[in-house]
């Protein structure tokens, strides 16, 4: 059964860092690319960014570039987001999920709120 | 603002069919498959429809999708009270190099 797992959200005044963590099983997880994807609060969901299966390309919505970086370690099964600098606007749930383009299968997510 | 429209709700009755819509251009629905994804209240979204018309597995086949040009559609059959949640779809925007998604749709079955 494959899971995804993330961790690291939590409270963070703005202009300041976090970074999350999604650790995968049930899946050989070098075989797929990967991506984050957030989903406001009460609102509709938007994707953050993805990485290919050997990290050699990332893509980013344009609202993070800069400011994030997806990253994933396949010797331990996890995948990764560094978010600097961060708005309250950045301010919701977020998900790990399987797939670059489409996305098979999700975690529950982990929360980031962004304010002072 | 998304970048692909879909209508905020739509209702119907248990047992009747219903779609749901999701418009774009052609850097995105165009030229790339689409997806939908259903989501209850508190829980992650789910995969329904891959590929513009494939169904994984576990998915019922009441529920179908089909892509026209910049165009895509959600088709569920017979439908029932569980069916009552928001859907999404989503694609790839080749000009923006970016996933994209719907606004969502909220399904209410009366």
């Known amino acids: 059964e494959v899971q995804l797992v993330e961790s690291g959200g939590g409270l963070v005044q703005p202009g300041g860092s976090l970074r999350l963590s999604c650790a995968a099983s049930?899946?050989?997880?070098?075989?797929?690319?990967m991506s984050w994807v957030r989903q406001f609060p009460g609102k509709g969901l938007e994707w953050v960014a993805n990485?290919?299966?050997?990290?050699?390309?990332?893509y980013y919505v344009g609202s993070v570039k800069g400011r994030f970086t997806i990253s994933r370690d396949n010797a331990k099964n996890s995948l990764y987001l560094q978010m600097n600098n961060l708005r309250a606007e950045d301010t919701a749930l977020y998900y790990c999920?399987?797939?670059?383009?489409?996305?098979?299968?999700w975690g529950l997510g982990t929360l980031v709120t962004v304010s002072s | 603002q998304s970048v692909l429209t879909q209508p905020p709700s739509v209702s119907a009755t248990p047992g009747q069919n219903v779609t749901i819509s999701c418009s774009g251009r052609s850097s995105n629905i165009g030229n790339n498959y689409v997806s939908w994804y259903q989501q209850f209240p508190g829980t992650a979204p789910q995969l329904l429809i891959y590929e513009n018309d494939k169904r994984p597995s576990v998915i019922p086949d009441r529920f179908s999708g089909s892509k026209s040009g910049t165009s895509a559609t959600l088709g569920i059959t017979g439908l029932q009270t569980g069916d009552e949640a928001d859907y999404y779809c989503g694609t790839w925007d080749s000009s923006l190099s970016a996933g994209v998604f719907g606004g969502g749709t909220k399904l209410t079955v009366l």
């Open positions: 049930g899946l050989i997880f070098s075989d797929f690319g």
């Open positions: 990485i290919k299966k050997d990290g050699s390309e990332k």
């Open positions: 999920a399987r797939g670059a383009k489409s996305f098979a299968y």
